[in-house]
């Protein structure tokens, strides 16, 4: 545990607070991750026997000691209604800092650990690519990449997700970021029929859709899913524009998704340039011996 915090000391903690501690297998801690919002350390637990294994009465006193934090919480990923708690009471929602950009997150009740800080690095290369242009963010959650593309200069932001809660935070991040009236929209919708049904166009759309396939018995139907909802995506975005593609789905790989756009854009009838291939962010390392848990695609084209 203590490698794993030293490893995270190329953070700098005064503009990035959210980070991952340990990220399981890929710190040789197996079935064990710890997120850090700001002064609120979240662990989880994968699986019943990892929760079975691992002293978490222990692991929680030297997180207290060892960070300036004062609240411990442990979630299961099966049953999030039911938490463990250390130090002071556990807050629902915490104010965090990426990269500078204020996020509120919901440590109780959010996605994974209440946000998804493997795509922090991705997050900020958006906000380098956005400027002047009008974003399409789908799947939004909480607005993760319509922020950076708020703060790098987008013309306009379009936000859509189908869960109402996950896009009430989206807009709060928005004004608590201090981003413009007006430029920011949200929709409660289905991504995939929006974006199949939708006749408006933008010059960059962001598509990162939940993981779909969870076993390899999953894997076809997913990857079925992911062309359609990427061929959809690439005519609906203007002439030179950004297609930002990318999964979290362990179960498809590199090649897999290289595949998948290479189907998508033939069914659009385009083609394009890739600009960037990227993964997980450095805080979440993987073994050499693993590499199924390099999970995170990204790509950025230029079509």
Excluded at 73 to 99: C, H, M, Q, Y
């Amino acid at each position: 545990m203590q490698k794993a915090l030293d490893f995270r000391s190329y953070l700098d903690f005064k503009v990035t607070n959210s980070y991952r501690l340990f990220n399981g297998e890929g710190d040789k801690l197996p079935g064990l991750v710890c997120d850090v919002y700001a002064d609120t350390a979240v662990i989880q637990l994968d699986g019943q026997g990892a929760f079975d294994f691992w002293p978490k009465d222990d692991i929680a006193n030297w997180l207290l000691q060892h960070l300036p934090i004062k609240t411990v919480i442990a979630r299961s990923r099966e049953d999030k209604a039911n938490f463990l708690s250390w130090g002071d009471p556990a807050p629902t929602d915490v104010i965090v800092l990426e990269n500078s950009v204020k996020f509120k997150v919901n440590i109780i009740k959010g996605q994974k650990t209440g946000f998804f800080l493997d795509q922090r690095e991705n997050r900020e290369y958006i906000k380098t690519h956005a400027k002047n242009k009008r974003v399409l963010n789908l799947f939004s959650y909480t607005g993760g990449f319509s922020m950076f593309a708020g703060i790098g200069g987008a013309s306009h932001v379009t936000s859509v997700d189908v869960a109402k809660d996950a896009l009430d935070y989206a807009q709060d991040n928005w004004n608590l970021n201090n981003l413009p009236d007006g430029k920011h929209d949200i929709k409660k919708e289905d991504a995939f029929e929006f974006i199949k049904n939708t006749q408006e166009k933008w010059d960059m759309i962001i598509v990162d859709p939940p993981s779909m396939a969870h076993s390899e018995r999953d894997k076809y139907k997913a990857m079925t899913k992911y062309t359609e909802v990427f061929a959809d995506s690439a005519k609906r975005l203007n002439s030179g524009g950004s297609l930002i593609l990318s999964s979290c789905s362990s179960h498809i790989s590199f090649e897999d998704f290289f595949s998948m756009i290479e189907e998508a854009l033939s069914k659009a009838r385009t083609s394009g340039q890739v600009f960037r291939v990227t993964g997980q962010a450095a805080d979440h390392p993987f073994l050499h011996v693993g590499r199924e848990l390099r999970y995170l695609k990204f790509f950025h084209l230029i079509l």
